[in-house]
C-alpha cells in the first residue's frame, strides 16, 4: 500500500500507518507530499524523508508536483525510495497537469539521474509511479515498463488513487459530481467517526472563528481555509494565482453562472468583464481543490459577502455539502446563522424561552429603537473626512502590504469594498437634502386620503445584501427603487416616505437624493428619523430586505417585499410584489392594506420565537466577532449534516448578457486537478 502525506499531521500519519498494519499490510510505503499544484522547491523540504522513514519504520518516496525532476533527484539523496511524477506525452497538448508533468525524454533523464543519485547514496529507488489517464485507479511501473511507458499512454493525466478502493468507494457522499482520492482521505480518516468541517473566513477573523469551534473539536475534525497567511489554516492564493496566471477556466462554471457570480460581487462588477471572470474561474478552481482533498462534510464560513465565499458555497453545493454562515444578527447581542440561499436563515437551532421572546418584543416596541450593529447612529462632517481620508490610507497600506505578500489581488480581500466605504468628500449629504418637516407633510397626506407607503432605503450597497434577493435587478438597487416608484406616478393617492439607512451617509452619492426628490409624491425623511416614527403614520411597509420587515410586524404595519426568501419573510406574514408585474402592485397594496388583520401578540411572540431558534446568543467578545455559545454553533453544524444535500444555488435567475468564453488558447480545468503555469513559480522566484 502506498498512502501519500499530503496535509497530514504526524498524529494522522501515525494513525494512518497503524490502522494499515493491524489490517495485515506488510508492504506499506509512505510518500512526502507537498500539497501545492506546482510545488516549489523551497517548499517541498525533502530533509523531512529520513525523518519519515526513522519515526514510521517503513519505506518513504516522494510525491513531486514540482517543476522539473531536480527535487526528485534531491529526494533520492535523502533516502526516497520512491518517486511519483505527473507524466503526459506533449505539455503542448494541454491537459489539467500539464504544466508541472514531464514528457517521454524528461521522464527518461528522471530516471538517469535519480539512478545516479541512487548509486552514489548506496540506496535504491524501488519505482517510479506514474499518473496517466489509461490506467485504473493509478499504476506503479518498475524501472523496466518506464524505458517502454510512452508507447501506452493516452489521455490526460488524474490523480493517483492513493486510499485502498474500499476506503475510497465508503468514503463517497451523495450528491459528488467526481470520483476524486484526496491524499487525506484515509482509511484510519474513515474510520474517526468525526464530521469534518472545512472552515473559511477573512484572515481577520481567523482567531475568532478558531475560538467558536475550539470547544467542539472533541465532536467535529476542523480544518481552517483562508485567502492569506494565517497560522494554522490552508491558503488559497497559492493555487488561485498559478490557474489565474494560466487562465485556467472550471469546467463547473459556465457562462450564465460566470456572468451571475460577478453581477453580485461588487468588486468583480467594477472590473472589465474579462479580468473578472479570470478571477471567478481561477478561485473556483483553488476552491474546488481544496473541497475535493478534504472532503468535509459540511462547511462553515462568513456569510456570503463577496464571490468567494459565494464560490465555495456553490462548490460545496454541486458536491452535496451544505454550507453554515454566520453574521451579526439584528437581535442584539446575537449572531445570526444562514444557510446560503438567499438570506435564509437556519431556524429550529434552539427552543428560545417565552419571556427572551417577550424581552425581544418589548425592545422593538420602543419608539426610539434601532440596531446599531456596532456602527453610530450620526454622522457629521468630520467623521466624513476622517472616513474619507481612512479609505485612501487603507488603500495605501493594503497595496502595499499586497506588494510585499507577493499577492498583486490583495485589494481584493482586504480594501476594494466589501462594507461601504466613504471614497468623496463631495458625498457628504447637506440637510437640506431631507425633510425636516416630515411629520406635517405625512399628515397632511394622510388628511387629504392618501397611502403611505413607507420605503426605507436598504443598507445596500453593504455587500451581504447583493446575495440576499433572487432577482439580479436588486443589484441595481437605486435604478430598481426609483423604477418602483416612478410606476405609481400616474396615482396622486399614494405617497412615499423614503428614509436613508444611518450608516449608508456619506457612501451613496448626493445625486442619488436628488432623484428621488424629483420625483412626485416622495418625502426624503431625515436618515436619523426611527423607523418606529415613521411607521406610526405609515399605512404600509415596502422593502426588498432589511429590518424593518419585522419592526412593521411587530407596529401592526403590513409588509411588501420583492423578495421572499428574506429570514423573516415568511413568519412575519409579509406579502410578495414581483418586479415582472410593476402595474399590479398599487391594486394588491390597496387590497391588502384594506384587509390587513394584525397578529395578536401571542402570533408576534411565535414568529419571534421562531426567528430567535436561528441565532446564538454571543458569549464574549472576541478580537473582532463576538464568540457564539458552543451549543448553538453546535445545533447548526449538526443540523446542516442531518439535512439533505443542497440543489442548485444562485443560479442565474434571467437570462445572462453575452459574455466572453474561454478561447483555444486557453487552458481548461479537468475533472479531477487543476492546471497551473510556471508563470507562477517565476514570479514566486523572481520576487
Known sequence: MIISTGMASVAEIDEAVSVARANGCGDLA??????????????????????????????????????????????????????????????????????????????????????????????????????FGGCEGGRLLDRRQC?????????????????????????????????????????????????????FCRPYLVADFMAMVAPLETRFNFHFLTDGRCAGTQDTREVFYASLNARCRSP???????????????????????????????????????????????????????????????????????????????????????????????????????????????????????????LRASYSFPRHLKLVLRYFVKRVVFAAYGF?????????????????????????PPENLFQSDWESVLDEAKRAGKLIVYMPLGFHPESSTDYWVADR??????????????????????????????????????????????????????????????????????????SVGIEAMVHDTPVFSFSDTCYWFESSGAHYLDLDDLAAWPGIIETVVRTY??????????????????????LRKGRVWPIVTPDALEAALTQALSQSPPGALFHAPRSAPAHRRATRDEPVLGASIFAVSDDFSKRRATQ
Not at 478502493?165 to 480518516?189: E, L, N, Y
Not at 510585499?404 to 457628504?428: M, S
Not at 388583520?597 to 454571543?618: F, Q, Y
Request: glycine share 6%.
Open 404 to 428: 510585499f505578500e507577493r499577492d498583486p489581488w490583495y485589494v481584493h480581500y482586504a480594501i476594494i469594498p466589501y462594507v461601504a466605504e466613504r471614497r468623496r468628500i463631495v458625498d457628504f
Open 30 to 131: 509512505i510518500l512526502k507530499c507537498t500539497s501545492t499544484y506546482p510545488a516549489t522547491p523551497e517548499n517541498t523540504n525533502v530533509r523531512t524523508i529520513a525523518n519519515m522513514r526513522e519515526t514510521f519504520g517503513c519505506e518513504v518516496g516522494l510525491s513531486d508536483h514540482t517543476m522539473g525532476c531536480g527535487v526528485s533527484v534531491a529526494a533520492v539523496a535523502f533516502g526516497a525510495s520512491l518517486i511519483e511524477k505527473h507524466f503526459t506525452l506533449a505539455r503542448a497538448d494541454g491537459g489539467v497537469d500539464s504544466t508541472f508533468s514531464l514528457e517521454p525524454a524528461e521522464f527518461a533523464m528522471l530516471r538517469t539521474e535519480t539512478e545516479r543519485a541512487w548509486q552514489s547514496q548506496l540506496a535504491g529507488v524501488s519505482a517510479l509511479a506514474l499518473h
Open 473 to 546: 435587478r436588486f443589484v441595481s438597487y437605486i435604478e430598481t427603487i426609483i423604477s418602483i416608484i416612478q410606476s405609481f406616478s400616474s396615482r396622486d393617492d399614494v405617497c412615499f416616505a423614503v428614509k436613508e439607512h444611518v450608516h449608508m451617509l456619506g457612501m451613496r452619492g448626493n445625486d442619488v437624493y436628488r432623484a428621488l426628490n424629483a420625483l412626485p409624491n416622495v418625502i426624503n425623511i431625515p436618515p436619523p428619523v426611527y423607523s418606529n416614527r415613521v411607521l406610526q403614520r405609515s399605512d404600509c411597509v415596502l422593502v426588498g430586505t432589511g
Open 147 to 199: 524505458q517502454n511507458c510512452a508507447a501506452g499512454f493516452r489521455g490526460r493525466a488524474e490523480i493517483l488513487r492513493h486510499v485502498p478502493r474500499q476506503a475510497h468507494q465508503s468514503g463517497r457522499r451523495q450528491g459528488h459530481s467526481r470520483d476524486v482520492g484526496p491524499d487525506r482521505m484515509t482509511a484510519a480518516r474513515e474510520m474517526s467517526g468525526k464530521p469534518r468541517v472545512l472552515v
Open 252 to 374: 463547473e462554471i459556465d457562462p450564465d453562472l460566470e456572468n451571475d457570480i460577478v453581477i453580485r460581487c461588487r468588486m468583480l462588477r467594477r472590473l472589465d468583464r474579462g479580468t473578472a471572470g479570470d478571477l471567478v474561474h481561477a478561485m473556483a478552481i483553488s476552491l474546488g481543490a481544496h473541497l475535493d482533498r478534504e472532503r468535509p462534510d459540511t462547511v462553515f464560513s462568513q456569510l456570503t459577502d463577496e464571490y468567494v465565499t459565494h464560490l465555495l458555497a456553490l462548490l460545496a453545493a454541486r458536491r452535496g455539502i451544505n454550507t453554515t454562515q454566520i453574521c451579526y444578527a439584528y437581535f442584539p447581542d446575537r449572531m445570526q446563522f444562514f444557510d446560503f440561499s438567499y438570506g435564509a436563515a437556519r431556524e429550529g437551532l434552539s427552543s428560545p424561552a417565552p419571556s427572551e421572546a417577550r424581552a425581544v418584543l418589548e425592545k422593538l416596541q420602543e419608539i426610539e429603537h434601532r440596531q446599531d450593529y456596532h
Open 597 to 618: 388583520r394584525p397578529k395578536s401578540e401571542g402570533e408576534k411572540l411565535d414568529v419571534l420565537r421562531r426567528m430567535l431558534s436561528s441565532t446564538a446568543p454571543n
